[in-house]
């Protein structure tokens, strides 16, 4: 059906069409929720008719929404009306390869330009190929695979588009075998014609699949080679008047390899055969092979054996010596062979490759990484020991260099000489340094453990403090100094010490409800007060020996130009997305890990998930945003969530089971941290609407509206914790000037008592116990660089127990559903700790079996990440997308680029 400009689908308005192929039509749209630009693909007829057809269609794009790739574009939802229904998938602006390809050969293009230049090609070849690469690994055939299902954005990067929907649109059972394999959909503008369409599709169709067998991955491989051939020529490798002759020339013609542009490398004319074999077991096996290839790096220079003339014979002994010599020279030059032929990228050549974690991460967030300077090895910090590894660039394993601790090690950062690795250790609250080779570590000064990065610079640390600023610190020990110091509320990360004595850090401001803002870029000198505000939104920022500054926003490294002297700043270019964290060495080569990072100002994007003890995780039915704080209700039929990009918040409510999207139950302000009332009708939630930080509730069906419950006095935040099973009470934290006082809210006439005497210098999390007897709460003070964990009975009578030993960094707290276990977070990486309680005469705890934390960790200054289902039996939770894919044994890719800078140069100019 065709739809009209205005009409909704669910929370998308149809902004106008796109186009129509094989898939049906495509319209652009606007997400009211979120606020952004979507394609929705209304599918045929044929399909949403066809109720066994429909449930394939479901189950492949439900493996298809799993791929997460900064080239691969995006599935965000599947929306059915009675009337249609229509995949949402992410919008990609720009123009796609066809329409590129389709100017060179224009009337007025350049003379003598057939095909692409060699320099943008290249590029555009090896980001498909990440993508083909990406999709290959989780089991997903692209199956249609050609320009027009390429596009290139204004900044260079590529987005491949409909991964595997040809094969979702299959039919299925008797109407499968009247449909032509050439009916794969393809996505035109309304003003092609069908056949159009056929050759579109038809004529980088692999040869097995023209005949109609079944394909594996190198069908892909085929049509990725038609489709470079195609853009380095500027003809299609196999062209043809109709659909028999464009069939036959795939299935018995070569490509016109006289076509190719004479200044096209060897290497990549050779990948191009390897890719166009017709006999798919000729071809390259996998893309990983085809892009390594096309980068030179199985490239090798021939060894050249000199011409040795005839001589008379001599005596046997003297005759021995030389041969003597010559073994002990062939060996000192075989070692020296084998040296100078080691894995390394050519001066000038950028290199792409993935080394996999040997370790599992669990589901803990993105681990710290680096890189040293001269580029020859890496270091990272991962489980199972929660340990530091360390891997030369080319080696075939990792092996630690530090023992196992309670928490995973941070901020990694070599010595500018690269034999010595400084890092935080949350277990000791305390910056370390150990040797490359390993060996005892030694302890360069206490700090807490709110140290997010750390600088290696000269004989100095660097780095910066929640509460405190930016500091240094003689990398051989001693006190720390302050830097730089921060304004009240000032939050600073990831500082930089230039060569000129200026720091270059990400700095953002948090509210007195410890709500952090977006960062921005600044730099700023030490002694004065100064700053310049460089980039409005960004974090963990670098300046680069080529006159560039990197840094993070929403999840992308980005680049600009920068003058140092002048302070000029030119426009930024997306360099890589889904990036992680990340280093740069001296020499040039860039280290990331895959995935989203956790920064000051960034949400990152999340998925709520059911996961039982054993790790076992089944998200719901939301696809993946920046979520925070999910609550379940007590009767366990909804969950209250927050969105939150910074520049928007909200509360928002699922019904799990019903089959419906969730929906925003909150308008009118940032509105922040759910809690459920017992009886599970409202949602009490912290909101500014009018102009205070006090809290609210509001029906859970959206009827009516939000009644105030607090109006806390200027300055002061109020912030929900949990209502007691009786109805009559609310335990909620008072913020202001940095200390939070515990308080219990009256439900019936709003008035407040302090609990306890809680007094903490971090949100304390309260919660009652199912029966309401006792209150479990953390607490820090002054005196102490960790949280603690206690319970007082309800009403506080003055006695308290003490849960988290000192040694840990005991927080977010919560009971199960039965009030028999009390779990917390005893710290960073993938914890949790679960204690056994006895409460009938008196209140007593012991351990408990241990419980798999696949769910995403946060510091004691954020909302807890996590509930308890009613069930008993399993955690809400938040959970990164590869934690979720890969269930509890995450895997994510460390991915290195040599000789990054020189792509750098090319793209940010």
């Given at each position: ?626 979520f925070g704080t999910p609550r379940m209700s007590p009767d366990g039929r909804r969950v209250a969530f927050e969105v939150n990009d910074t520049r928007d918040a909200s509360i928002w409510v699922y019904d799990i089971g019903a089959g419906r999207s969730a929906r925003r139950l909150t308008f009118g302000g940032r509105d922040r941290f759910p809690v459920w009332s017992y009886d599970s009708q409202r949602v009490i939630f912290q909101s500014d609407r009018e102009g205070d930080l006090g809290l609210f509730w509001q029906r859970a069906d959206g009827a009516g509206a939000a009644e105030r419950l607090t109006r806390p006095d200027r300055g002061v935040a109020h912030e929900a914790q949990s209502a007691s099973r009786d109805g009559r009470w609310l335990l909620m934290d008072q913020t202001a000037d940095g200390k939070t006082s515990l308080m219990v809210l009256s439900l019936g006439d709003k008035s407040t008592t302090p609990f306890g005497g809680v007094v903490s210098t971090r949100p304390t999390g309260a919660i009652f116990s199912p029966d309401d007897r006792w209150v479990a709460y953390s607490t820090r003070d002054t005196a102490r660089t960790s949280n603690v964990v206690f319970v007082q009975p309800f009403p506080a009578t003055g006695a308290k127990v003490q849960i988290s030993p000192d040694t840990e960094d005991g927080h977010h707290q919560v009971w199960s559903s039965d009030g028999k276990e009390l779990y917390y977070t005893p710290g960073g990486g993938d914890r949790l700790t679960a204690v056994t309680v006895t409460a009938s005469q008196g209140f007593a705890f012991g351990p408990a079996p241990p419980v798999v934390r696949l769910f995403v960790n946060a510091a004691p200054t954020n909302a807890r990440t996590f509930d308890v289902a009613r069930d008993g039996q399993r955690f809400l939770g938040l959970l990164t997308p590869d934690a979720l894919n890969a269930n509890a044994s995450a895997r ?18």
């Amino acid at each position: 059906m065709a739809l009209s400009v205005g009409t909704r689908l669910g929370p998308y308005e149809v902004t106008g069409p796109l186009g129509v192929g094989g898939m049906g039509e495509v319209y652009r749209a606007t997400d009211t929720n979120l606020k952004r630009q979507v394609a929705l693909k209304v599918l045929p007829a044929a399909v949403a008719a066809d109720v066994e057809r429909l449930a394939r269609f479901q189950r492949e794009a439900e493996v298809l929404a799993a791929l997460n790739h900064p080239n691969i574009a995006g599935i965000y939802g599947l929306e059915k009306t009675p009337e249609c229904t229509a995949l949402v998938m992410e919008l990609v602006e720009g123009e796609d390869l066809s329409q590129r390809i389709a100017r060179l050969r224009a009337p007025g293009a350049s003379a003598g330009q057939a095909g692409m230049p060699i320099d943008e090609v290249l590029p555009i070849a090896r980001q498909i190929a990440e993508a083909l690469e990406a999709a290959h690994e989780q089991g997903i055939i692209h199956r249609d695979l050609k320009p027009a299902n390429i596009k290139v954005r204004a900044d260079g990067t590529v987005k491949v588009l409909d991964f595997g929907l040809a094969k979702a649109l299959e039919p299925v059972g008797p109407a499968a075998s009247g449909v032509s394999a050439s009916m794969s959909p393809t996505l035109t503008t309304p003003a092609m014609t069908a056949m159009g369409m056929i050759l579109g599709t038809a004529a980088y169709m692999a040869p097995e699949q023209a005949r109609g067998k079944a394909v594996d991955k190198r069908a892909d491989i085929w049509a990725f080679g038609a489709v470079v051939f195609e853009m380095l020529a500027g003809q299609r490798a196999f062209p043809g008047d109709d659909l028999t002759d464009t069939l036959a020339a795939v299935v018995k013609l070569e490509p016109g390899w006289e076509a190719l542009p004479p200044d096209v490398p060897d290497r990549v004319r050779r990948v191009l055969h390897a890719c166009l074999r017709k006999d798919p077991r000729q071809r390259l096996g996998d893309m990983q092979s085809v892009r390594l290839a096309l980068e030179g790096a199985f490239d090798t220079a021939p060894v050249v054996a000199p011409v040795v003339a005839p001589t008379p014979p001599r005596p046997w002994w003297r005759r021995a010596l030389p041969i003597a010599a010559a073994a002990l020279g062939a060996s000192v030059l075989t070692g020296g062979a084998m040296w100078m032929t080691r894995p390394t990228a050519p001066a000038g050549v950028v290199s792409r490759f993935v080394v996999p974690f040997e370790q599992g991460l669990q589901g803990s967030s993105t681990p710290p990484i680096a890189i040293s300077p001269d580029g020859t090895r890496i270091a990272y910090a991962a489980l199972p020991g929660r340990q530091i590894f360390v891997r030369a660039i080319g080696a075939l394993a990792a092996r630690p260099i530090t023992e196992a601790r309670p928490a995973l090690p941070r901020a990694l950062a070599f010595s500018p000489q690269g034999d010595w690795i400084a890092y935080l250790d949350p277990t000791d609250s305390a910056i370390k340094r150990v040797e490359v080779t390993g060996g005892a570590p030694i302890t360069v000064c206490t700090t807490p453990s709110d140290v997010y990065a750390i600088e290696w610079s000269g004989d100095s640390l660097v780095y910066a403090r929640d509460e405190g600023g930016i500091m240094r610190v003689p990398a051989s020990g001693g006190e720390p100094q302050q830097l730089i110091a921060l304004g009240k509320h000032e939050v600073a990360a990831a500082p930089r010490l230039l060569d000129d004595g200026r720091v270059l850090f990400s700095l953002a401001e948090r509210t007195p409800a410890g709500m952090t803002g977006p960062a921005r870029v600044v730099l700023q000198k030490p002694g004065e007060s100064t700053r310049t505000t460089l980039v409005d939104n960004g974090y963990a920022p670098r300046y680069l020996p080529t006159g560039h500054l990197v840094y993070g926003a929403d999840d992308v490294l980005f680049g600009r130009t920068f003058n140092l002297a002048t302070g000029a700043v030119g426009g930024a270019v997306s360099l890589v997305e889904g990036i992680g964290r990340y280093d740069v060495s001296a020499t040039g080569s860039l280290v990331h890990v895959t995935g989203p990072v956790s920064a000051i100002g960034q949400r990152t994007q999340r998925t709520i998930a059911l996961i039982d003890r054993a790790g076992k995780a089944e998200a719901l039915g939301i696809p993946p945003g920046p979520f925070g704080t999910p609550r379940m209700s007590p009767d366990g039929r909804r969950v209250a969530f927050e969105v939150n990009d910074t520049r928007d918040a909200s509360i928002w409510v699922y019904d799990i089971g019903a089959g419906r999207s969730a929906r925003r139950l909150t308008f009118g302000g940032r509105d922040r941290f759910p809690v459920w009332s017992y009886d599970s009708q409202r949602v009490i939630f912290q909101s500014d609407r009018e102009g205070d930080l006090g809290l609210f509730w509001q029906r859970a069906d959206g009827a009516g509206a939000a009644e105030r419950l607090t109006r806390p006095d200027r300055g002061v935040a109020h912030e929900a914790q949990s209502a007691s099973r009786d109805g009559r009470w609310l335990l909620m934290d008072q913020t202001a000037d940095g200390k939070t006082s515990l308080m219990v809210l009256s439900l019936g006439d709003k008035s407040t008592t302090p609990f306890g005497g809680v007094v903490s210098t971090r949100p304390t999390g309260a919660i009652f116990s199912p029966d309401d007897r006792w209150v479990a709460y953390s607490t820090r003070d002054t005196a102490r660089t960790s949280n603690v964990v206690f319970v007082q009975p309800f009403p506080a009578t003055g006695a308290k127990v003490q849960i988290s030993p000192d040694t840990e960094d005991g927080h977010h707290q919560v009971w199960s559903s039965d009030g028999k276990e009390l779990y917390y977070t005893p710290g960073g990486g993938d914890r949790l700790t679960a204690v056994t309680v006895t409460a009938s005469q008196g209140f007593a705890f012991g351990p408990a079996p241990p419980v798999v934390r696949l769910f995403v960790n946060a510091a004691p200054t954020n909302a807890r990440t996590f509930d308890v289902a009613r069930d008993g039996q399993r955690f809400l939770g938040l959970l990164t997308p590869d934690a979720l894919n890969a269930n509890a044994s995450a895997r994510p890719e460390i991915r290195i680029v040599l000789n990054w800078f020189e792509e750098l140069k090319a793209r940010v100019k």
